[in-house]
């Protein structure tokens, strides 16, 4: 266990023999473009381009461009957000202890980086510490590792001598040096990164409402052209031959109309365009998003876990004093070593500053496990050996009443404690280390103090305005747990975890209270598994291997920067400078990114229902379609594309209501008919009265201003950027109608007559329609304001 030398590593390194891997914490370059340019919607409109550009007239294939525009928005934005996201991931890297030796045979245990480890090196474990590389255990004191990220078992094993250690798996508790038997693409990890690097993907309600609404579009696109082309051909008597001379062409346009005209095609786009710039302006306030779907799920949390130590307070840990109760003249070196451990976590580490390192030889160490809540050493000093236990008091004092009373007066009055006691006789092995079957003396009661950050309590006011539950669960004493909670304004009241024995009895403890203390890793993991099945979307926040498992099974991991490796490998967001005060900008992103988008998508979802009813009436009427598609590309631009992009980048705090694709539904289906009604009624009237042309451009004004007024009551309650947004609109509609190059462009023939104002009138009633859809709706729940 001597280490590798520098000249064995150098050798390593020229060999290959390196943990370097190109996992990046964001998807790759290639896929980020596959996934916006190959989709099976652009495959479509490709096809629908190539036969407007053989066959037909180049200005039809105009919706082609909004394609490639989308695509290269898409790409350009989901990029901005990796590299963001990948210069932050650099930060929250985890490290690793590695043992190296000197040229003049000194050892010397050294921070490294996971990639800067080879092939033999002795990596010590430690109590927090994730696998970077397989190995072998070579010295090991009580050494736990939970494996669920790689094999799903949620209880941690015990790792003896001889034992294997794979790669990915988190130090639950205890110490180890392990010599490195694979690294690179040869260890587990690397040879399973999916499943590593996430257990399961972020639930996106977006996402999953707009795929299911994708499928059934894609499955009734195919019978639908059908349809169209069928219709055409019996308008020829039936006749296949007469159709391919005379009317295939006009066909051709009217199946191209169709298609364009049912897919919503920006709605995927805007997803992940709002995703991608929320995950940019968080990346900006040092808050790292690993998975971009995260963001959504934040805005539907309504329970936010919080560990105390190191979330609502600093983490910085003062030894303050220490209520001697028996001298020992053993106990500052006891205390010097406690500090100096391997496994010492902050608290005891604080000791360092006022116990310097000691004099005496530590034989022996337990370092702190939950269960036994204390952590031991056996020590030899003048040639006398004692052992020490340093931990909980209520376990070390269980024997000594008055003591345990004294310790919880402190504990009341905010600070933590640690009792310190001596063992009268041999340290026990670590299996069997279990203080109360110790005959044990008290020696002290070591008081610390922490700093509550100063934003905690406004943001906990905040979350409670936005109606989200904070429970505070922390392993600490409940007495100090609750004068801690009741200094931020939650409450007074704290309950004990260890007389919670189940999860029927933590579920009626969390009904009616919000604070909890001596709460285990295992109890953690219940009272996020309860909430869920409770219905409840859970967020947990945490920095120490104990949150760790409990951050990975909650609906929304947080960790913060300075945590633990084990609990930023598993978090789905990444505190990186240690700000519980951002957690309310990160809730307020979230929010704006699903109302928004809800709000947007009835646009988009509105147009494909009056598609799919156009294609249908039209084709079994046998009349011609009623636009070109370079028409329905003016309307859909100027009342969908343009106005989404900015609509969905709008300020907003609507608080989230489950129920998006049936709100959706619900919605769009009757704004779509109310469009569609009113084009085929002023169709219906023009139809034989005027030529086709004006037939065609007229229907166009009376569908768009049905289709204005849908963004209209959308866009509500108005404000100024909203007013111009929408003049802007109205603006640019009347330049493609008047400025002659753009009225030919998009065969715009209309003149100041009867038919045009039938249009208007037509339009003007379908509007009235969509007022009277869109009061109903807000009554009925289906449309919320922005708040």
Same mark, same amino acid.
């Given at each position: 266990?001597?280490?590798?030398?520098?000249?064995?590593?150098?050798?390593?390194?020229?060999?290959?023999?390196?943990?370097?891997?190109?996992?990046?914490?964001?998807?790759?370059?290639?896929?980020?473009?596959?996934?916006?340019?190959?989709?099976?919607?652009?495959?479509?409109?490709?096809?629908?381009?190539?036969?407007?550009?053989?066959?037909?007239?180049?200005?039809?294939?105009?919706?082609?461009?909004?394609?490639?525009?989308?695509?290269?928005?898409?790409?350009?934005?989901?990029?901005?957000?990796?590299?963001?996201?990948?210069?932050?991931?650099?930060?929250?890297?985890?490290?690793?202890?590695?043992?190296?030796?000197?040229?003049?045979?000194?050892?010397?245990?050294?921070?490294?980086?996971?990639?800067?480890?080879?092939?033999?090196?002795?990596?010590?474990?430690?109590?927090?510490?994730?696998?970077?590389?397989?190995?072998?255990?070579?010295?090991?004191?009580?050494?736990?590792?939970?494996?669920?990220?790689?094999?799903?078992?949620?209880?941690?094993?015990?790792?003896?001598?001889?034992?294997?250690?794979?790669?990915?798996?988190?130090?639950?508790?205890?110490?180890?040096?392990?010599?490195?038997?694979?690294?690179?693409?040869?260890?587990?990890?690397?040879?399973?990164?999916?499943?590593?690097?996430?257990?399961?993907?972020?639930?996106?309600?977006?996402?999953?409402?707009?795929?299911?609404?994708?499928?059934?579009?894609?499955?009734?696109?195919?019978?639908?052209?059908?349809?169209?082309?069928?219709?055409?051909?019996?308008?020829?008597?039936?006749?296949?031959?007469?159709?391919?001379?005379?009317?295939?062409?006009?066909?051709?346009?009217?199946?191209?109309?169709?298609?364009?005209?049912?897919?919503?095609?920006?709605?995927?786009?805007?997803?992940?365009?709002?995703?991608?710039? *929320? +995950?940019?302006?968080? !990346? =900006?306030?040092?808050?790292?998003?690993?998975?971009? /779907? #995260?963001? @959504?799920? &934040?805005? %539907? $949390?309504?329970?936010?876990?919080?560990?105390?130590?190191?979330?609502?307070?600093?983490?910085?840990?003062?030894?303050?004093?220490?209520?001697?109760?028996?001298?020992?003249?053993?106990?500052?070196?006891?205390?010097?070593?406690?500090?100096?451990?391997? *496994? +010492?976590?902050?608290? !005891? =580490?604080?000791?360092?500053?006022?116990?310097?390192? /000691? #004099?005496? @030889?530590? &034989?022996? %160490? $337990?370092?702190?496990?939950?269960?036994?809540?204390?952590?031991?050493?056996?020590?030899?000093?003048?040639?006398?050996?004692?052992?020490?236990?340093?931990?909980?008091?209520?376990?070390?004092?269980?024997?000594?009443?008055?003591?345990?009373?004294?310790? *919880? +007066?402190?504990?009341?009055?905010?600070?933590?404690?640690?009792?310190?006691?001596?063992?009268?006789?041999?340290?026990?092995?670590?299996?069997?280390?279990?203080?109360?079957?110790?005959?044990?003396?008290?020696?002290?009661?070591?008081?610390?103090?922490?700093?509550?950050?100063?934003?905690?309590?406004?943001?906990?006011?905040?979350?409670?305005?936005?109606?989200?539950?904070?429970?505070?669960?922390?392993?600490?004493?409940?007495?100090?747990?609750?004068?801690?909670?009741?200094?931020?304004?939650?409450?007074?009241?704290?309950?004990?975890?260890?007389?919670?024995?189940?999860?029927?009895?933590?579920?009626?403890?969390?009904?009616?209270?919000?604070?909890?203390?001596?709460?285990?890793?295992?109890?953690?993991?219940?009272?996020?598994?309860?909430?869920?099945?409770?219905?409840?979307?859970?967020?947990?926040?945490?920095?120490?291997?104990?949150?760790?498992?409990?951050?990975?099974?909650?609906?929304?991991?947080?960790?913060?920067?300075?945590?633990?490796?084990?609990?930023?490998?598993?978090?789905?967001?990444?505190?990186?400078?240690?700000?519980?005060?951002?957690?309310?900008?990160?809730?307020?992103?979230?929010?704006?990114?699903?109302?928004?988008?809800?709000?947007?998508?009835?646009?988009?979802?509105?147009?494909?229902?009056?598609?799919?009813?156009?294609?249908?009436?039209?084709?079994?009427?046998?009349?011609?379609?009623?636009?070109?598609?370079?028409?329905?590309?003016?309307?859909?631009?100027?009342?969908?594309?343009?106005?989404?992009?900015?609509?969905?980048?709008?300020?907003?705090?609507?608080?989230?209501?489950?129920?998006?694709?049936?709100?959706?539904?619900?919605?769009?289906?009757?704004?779509?008919?109310?469009?569609?009604?009113?084009?085929?009624?002023?169709?219906?009237?023009?139809?034989?009265?005027?030529?086709?042309?004006?037939?065609?451009?007229?229907?166009?004004?009376?569908?768009?201003?049905?289709?204005?007024?849908?963004?209209?009551?959308?866009?509500?309650?108005?404000?100024?950027?909203?007013?111009?947004?929408?003049?802007?609109?109205?603006?640019?509609?009347?330049?493609?109608?008047?400025?002659?190059?753009?009225?030919?462009?998009?065969?715009?023939?209309?003149?100041?007559?009867?038919?045009?104002?039938?249009?208007?009138?037509?339009?003007?009633?379908?509007?009235?329609?969509?007022?009277?859809?869109?009061?109903?709706?807000?009554?009925?729940?289906?449309?919320?304001?922005?708040?």
């Amino acid at each position: 266990m001597r280490g590798l030398t520098q000249t064995e590593v150098a050798e390593r390194v020229a060999r290959g023999e390196t943990n370097a891997t190109k996992r990046t914490t964001s998807r790759p370059l290639s896929h980020i473009i596959r996934d916006n340019v190959f989709t099976l919607f652009n495959a479509i409109l490709t096809a629908c381009f190539i036969a407007i550009l053989v066959l037909g007239d180049l200005r039809d294939g105009l919706f082609y461009g909004i394609v490639v525009i989308n695509s290269a928005i898409g790409i350009v934005q989901e990029l901005r957000a990796k590299l963001a996201l990948d210069r932050l991931a650099l930060l929250a890297a985890p490290v690793v202890a590695v043992r190296r030796m000197h040229e003049d045979g000194t050892v010397e245990t050294v921070i490294l980086s996971p990639s800067q480890v080879v092939l033999g090196d002795i990596v010590v474990l430690r109590s927090g510490d994730q696998v970077v590389a397989d190995g072998t255990v070579l010295d090991a004191v009580d050494l736990t590792v939970n494996e669920s990220l790689l094999t799903g078992e949620s209880e941690p094993v015990a790792k003896t001598v001889g034992d294997f250690v794979l790669s990915g798996a988190l130090v639950a508790g205890g110490t180890a040096q392990v010599e490195v038997t694979a690294v690179g693409a040869a260890s587990y990890a690397n040879r399973l990164t999916a499943q590593i690097r996430r257990h399961s993907l972020a639930h996106s309600e977006l996402r999953a409402a707009t795929n299911r609404i994708l499928v059934f579009i894609s499955w009734i696109l195919g019978p639908i052209v059908l349809v169209v082309v069928g219709s055409r051909i019996v308008s020829y008597g039936g006749d296949p031959a007469a159709f391919v001379a005379g009317g295939w062409r006009s066909a051709l346009l009217d199946v191209v109309a169709s298609i364009v005209s049912m897919i919503p095609e920006g709605l995927v786009l805007l997803i992940s365009l709002a995703f991608g710039v *929320a +995950a940019i302006r968080l !990346a =900006q306030q040092r808050v790292l998003i690993q998975e971009l /779907a #995260a963001v @959504e799920t &934040l805005a %539907r $949390v309504d329970v936010l876990c919080l560990d105390k130590t190191g979330t609502l307070t600093s983490g910085e840990v003062s030894f303050l004093s220490a209520d001697v109760l028996s001298a020992d003249p053993a106990m500052a070196a006891a205390l010097g070593h406690f500090a100096r451990d391997d *496994a +010492a976590n902050a608290t !005891a =580490q604080s000791l360092a500053t006022s116990f310097p390192a /000691a #004099a005496g @030889e530590v &034989l022996s %160490r $337990v370092p702190f496990a939950s269960s036994r809540a204390c952590s031991a050493l056996e020590l030899e000093l003048d040639g006398s050996s004692s052992s020490w236990l340093l931990g909980a008091p209520e376990r070390l004092f269980a024997s000594h009443p008055e003591v345990a009373g004294m310790a *919880a +007066a402190y504990a009341a009055e905010g600070h933590r404690t640690l009792a310190l006691t001596r063992v009268s006789g041999a340290l026990p092995a670590a299996a069997d280390l279990q203080p109360e079957s110790l005959d044990l003396a008290p020696v002290a009661i070591l008081l610390f103090g922490e700093t509550i950050r100063p934003d905690a309590a406004a943001t906990l006011a905040y979350f409670a305005e936005q109606g989200v539950r904070c429970v505070i669960i922390s392993g600490d004493n409940p007495a100090t747990v609750a004068a801690l909670a009741a200094g931020l304004g939650v409450g007074t009241t704290s309950v004990d975890a260890r007389e919670l024995p189940d999860d029927a009895a933590l579920r009626a403890a969390l009904t009616e209270h919000s604070i909890f203390g001596r709460v285990t890793p295992d109890q953690k993991r219940a009272i996020v598994r309860v909430l869920q099945e409770d219905g409840r979307i859970v967020g947990m926040t945490g920095d120490g291997v104990n949150d760790a498992m409990a951050i990975k099974d909650a609906d929304l991991g947080i960790a913060m920067g300075s945590g633990t490796s084990a609990t930023r490998a598993v978090a789905r967001l990444v505190l990186l400078d240690n700000e519980f005060g951002r957690l309310p900008d990160v809730l307020a992103y979230g929010r704006r990114v699903i109302a928004n988008v809800e709000r947007v998508a009835n646009l988009f979802l509105a147009k494909t229902v009056y598609g799919i009813i156009f294609a249908i009436v039209f084709a079994l009427l046998l009349w011609q379609f009623p636009f070109l598609p370079r028409q329905l590309t003016l309307v859909s631009t100027l009342t969908i594309g343009i106005p989404a992009f900015f609509l969905a980048l709008a300020p907003n705090k609507r608080i989230y209501h489950p129920g998006i694709l049936g709100r959706l539904l619900r919605y769009a289906a009757p704004t779509g008919i109310i469009a569609a009604a009113t084009t085929f009624t002023a169709n219906a009237i023009l139809r034989g009265i005027v030529p086709l042309d004006e037939a065609r451009s007229v229907t166009t004004v009376a569908l768009w201003i049905v289709a204005f007024w849908i963004l209209c009551v959308l866009a509500r309650p108005l404000d100024r950027w909203r007013a111009l947004l929408l003049v802007s609109m109205i603006t640019l509609f009347l330049i493609a109608n008047t400025l002659p190059f753009a009225r030919d462009f998009f065969a715009m023939h209309l003149v100041l007559d009867l038919p045009l104002l039938i249009g208007i009138a037509a339009g003007c009633v379908g509007a009235l329609g969509i007022e009277a859809v869109y009061r109903v709706a807000r009554k009925r729940g289906l449309i919320y304001d922005r708040e």
